[in-house]
């Protein structure tokens, strides 16, 4: 009877375990330690994608300073080594938004903050509503401005029809999937939604005379969007609005803000 890892045909355990696993590391400087069952095995990795040998980078662990996929094998002299396992991690980030264009955001859960690369530069208009719809991150502002990024906020680049659409300030910015969607006003109810991450903008119909300050989603795909003299008004899809059978009698106060509880 041979048994498993019998000398003549010992193979080196390919139950790499990475920890902590790749969900549970949204931080920058995350310390990621390899093991396995195979007593004294010894780890080499890349993180460049390519396939890791006895060349490769040796030993355990690994710090995670951007979004990086962990490529690892466990070897022991005499052995045959292990099969290629890997593990994704993504840095998630936390973005602020403020005056003359500016954006700053951490990666250390809020601790320590950076400036984007290209803060200010992108526009120099006050930005006043930040959205997230899973890959991407849009910004919104004075005279109409949208900017978006898909690096975590580190880098921005203009919509194609920033200001174009309109001139309106923008105050809020919502999503479901992969839609956008903005309110904004200056006289009248204004919004914008985009399907493509935020490089291109369609107007729509908010059928109100008020400006729109909040907007929110739901898990029903629902938004709702709220505004001066106390006006409501919600959409099924972004694009065709209706008002709230109470609109501006519940209240005539300002409303700012909405949230639904997901």
């Known amino acids: 009877e041979i048994k498993e890892c019998d000398w003549s045909s010992d193979v080196c355990s390919s139950d790499l375990d990475f920890q902590p696993h790749r969900r549970e590391s949204d931080n920058r400087n995350t310390i990621v330690t390899i093991s396995s069952s195979t007593a004294e095995a010894i780890f080499y990795y890349t993180t460049d994608g390519s396939t890791p040998s006895s060349g490769s980078t040796q030993g355990s662990p690994v710090t995670i ?49 950076d ?33 978006y990024s898909s690096d975590g906020g580190m880098s921005w680049n203009t919509a194609a029809d920033s200001s174009s659409e309109t001139t309106d300030p923008l105050w809020d910015v919502a999503s479901i999937g992969s839609r956008f969607v903005v309110v904004g ?42 505004g001066k003299n106390g006006t409501v008004i919600y959409s099924s899809s972004g694009i065709n609005w209706s008002t709230a059978a109470d609109s501006g009698s519940e209240t005539t106060n300002n409303l700012w803000g909405v949230a639904f509880e997901k």
């Open 65 to 113: 300073n951007s979004d990086m996929t962990i490529k690892a094998v466990a070897c022991k002299a005499g052995w045959i080594d292990s099969g290629v396992v890997s593990a994704a991690y993504t840095v998630k980030h936390w973005v602020s938004i403020g005056n003359d264009g500016t954006v700053i955001y951490s990666s250390d859960s809020g601790v320590n903050w």
């Open 185 to 226: 006003g200056n006289t009248t109810g204004t919004s914008i939604y985009s399907d493509d991450g935020g490089v291109n903008w369609t107007t729509t119909t908010t059928n109100t005379g008020n400006e729109l300050y909040g907007i929110g989603s739901d898990s029903s795909m629902r938004y709702v969007a709220v």
């Open 115 to 147: 400036t984007a690369t290209d803060s200010g530069s992108e526009t120099t208009y006050g930005l006043l509503g930040i959205g997230y719809n899973g890959t991407r991150f849009a910004v919104v502002g004075n005279f109409g401005t949208v900017i």
